[in-house]
């Protein structure tokens, strides 16, 4: 078992427009947190495993294909590793909580 203070690691965050800070990866997921600052994107990506996306806070919002969602606060989103490319935009400063199961490929 491993135990993170998650509220150290986002105070850790440098404060730059996109900046992700991976704590732990196993051999079956991989976690991090990002912040993404207010008007900055993650780029559309296309990912080979599902991922849950927590939003700690703030607002925004996710595109997942051709898809595209709001984001708050609270909001929790889980993209399987089927959809094509997903990105998210910071409408404020957004943290997000990303875990990525991995595959034993």
Do not use: W
Request: charged share 25%.
């Amino acid at each position: 078992m491993e135990k993170f203070n998650f509220q150290e690691i986002l105070s850790s965050l440098e404060k730059k427009p996109l900046n992700k800070e991976v704590f732990c990866v196993t051999d079956h997921l991989k976690a991090q947190v990002t912040y993404l600052k207010c008007g900055n994107s993650i780029s559309p990506c296309k990912m080979d495993n599902d991922v849950l996306f927590y939003i700690v806070s703030g607002d925004g919002s996710i595109t997942v294909d051709d898809e595209t969602k709001p984001l708050k606060t609270g909001d929790c989103v889980i993209v399987p590793s089927i959809a094509g490319l997903r990105s998210i935009k910071a409408e404020t400063d957004l943290h997000i909580l990303a875990v990525q199961g991995l595959s034993d490929n």
